[in-house]
């Protein structure tokens, strides 16, 4: 069975700083990873998702993530983060073919004026 | 258009009680999933239907839950003999299909369910 690990579960960062959020997963057959983001008081939103092709991708607010099959890793970055970027963050996996999805712990990012 | 809703949002119930939980997915989504989400966890799947059948039920923990799709859009999660480690909230999402894995799931708020 596949699993996912967030490393932090809080991330505190200044603004306008970079940010990496981290992401592990465990899998024995191919994946789609995803990230999704909960803003306070909202639903879940998808950010950005890995199906094939290029392992960099990017979200429309400047989020970008990296699929990297050797490592298992499917991080998130962001090189300056704003105030609005406060939220917490989840990983996701779904096996190719399959439907559920598998999600990590979850890591909250604050951002300090 | 609208998205995904769920009623009530917000439930107390006392421990033994019956409870039923409903999702509305998206108009023309076909797949729809129920996770739950403990306190400081991420997600956790329970069950996935593809139109009115249960295609994964592998994530229901327990013969106490069970969920239906009769018309193949509107669900209900029903928990018989609620105990005090149900409560958590309860989310919902539809997406377009689920046999490929690769269409956005669309969540809604979800029902914060409370056993007393």
């Known amino acids: 069975a596949q699993s996912v690990t967030q490393l932090d579960s809080q991330v505190p960062v200044f603004e306008e700083a970079p940010v990496e959020l981290r992401c592990n997963y465990s899998?024995?057959?191919?994946?789609?990873l995803f990230w999704y983001v909960q803003y306070p008081n909202q639903g879940l939103q998808l950010l950005l998702k890995?199906?094939?092709?290029?392992?960099l991708v990017e979200s429309i607010n400047g989020f970008e993530a990296e699929f990297n099959k050797s490592q298992t890793s499917f991080h998130l970055r962001k090189p300056s983060v704003h105030i609005s970027d406060t939220a917490e963050y989840f990983c996701a996996v779904s096996l190719k073919g399959a439907q559920k999805l598998v999600f990590g712990q979850g890591t909250r990012l604050t951002i300090n004026p | 258009g609208a998205g995904v809703s769920q009623t009530p949002s917000n439930k107390v119930t006392e421990k033994g009680k019956y409870v039923e939980l409903r999702c509305d997915p998206i108009?023309?989504?076909?797949?729809l999933y129920w996770y739950r989400q403990s306190l400081g966890q991420g997600p956790e799947f329970l069950i996935y239907f593809q139109g009115t059948g249960a295609a994964d039920d592998s994530g229901l923990p327990n013969d106490r839950f069970f969920a239906v799709r009769p018309e193949g859009s509107v669900s209900t999660l029903k928990i018989q003999r609620t105990e005090r480690g149900d409560s958590a909230v309860y989310l919902c999402?539809?997406?377009?299909?689920?046999?490929?894995?690769?269409?956005?799931?669309?969540f809604g708020p979800g029902t914060r369910l409370t056993v007393t």
């Open positions: 108009s023309g989504h076909t797949a």
């Open positions: 890995y199906l094939s092709g290029s392992t």
């Open positions: 899998s024995s057959v191919s994946v789609y």
């Open positions: 999402a539809s997406s377009l299909e689920g046999t490929s894995g690769s269409y956005e799931q669309y």
